[in-house]
């Protein structure tokens, strides 16, 4: 069964930054990773993915501040967030997606994390 597990959320001021992590089943190696958020009473959207070949892709509202890694040997996905505000303010969910080529923040994923919460004050 494949495990994704979240960390790194907190509560921060905005301005500052947060790192999240994700470490995935140690037997599970897909080709496409990703960060999804979900805000109090909207919709789950796309923040960032990383295909294996190292191809990126960003929501226009966190392009330049966010960043998106993946550590193949620990098997960890990463997002750096820079410059948080106060509408980053969300569940950070990793997912995971089956599969060799899409790998875009519309893309349907196949495996989810529980989540991790970042709360940003101003």
């Known amino acids: 069964q494949v495990q994704l597990v979240e960390s790194g959320g907190g509560s921060v001021q905005a301005g500052e930054s947060l790192r999240l992590s994700c470490v995935a089943s140690?037997?599970?190696?897909?080709?496409?990773m990703g960060w999804f958020r979900q805000a109090p009473g909207k919709e789950r959207e796309g923040v960032a993915t990383?295909?294996?070949?190292?191809?990126?892709n960003y929501a226009d509202s966190v392009k330049g501040r966010f960043t998106i890694s993946k550590d193949n040997a620990k098997n960890t996905l990463y997002l750096q967030m820079n410059s948080l505000e106060p509408e980053d303010t969300a569940m950070y969910y990793c997912a995971a997606r089956n599969g060799a080529w899409a790998c875009g923040i519309y893309d349907a994923m196949n495996f989810w994390g529980k989540g991790t919460l970042v709360t940003i004050s101003s």
């Open positions: 140690s037997t599970y190696r897909p080709y496409c």
């Open positions: 990383v295909h294996s070949n190292g191809r990126t």
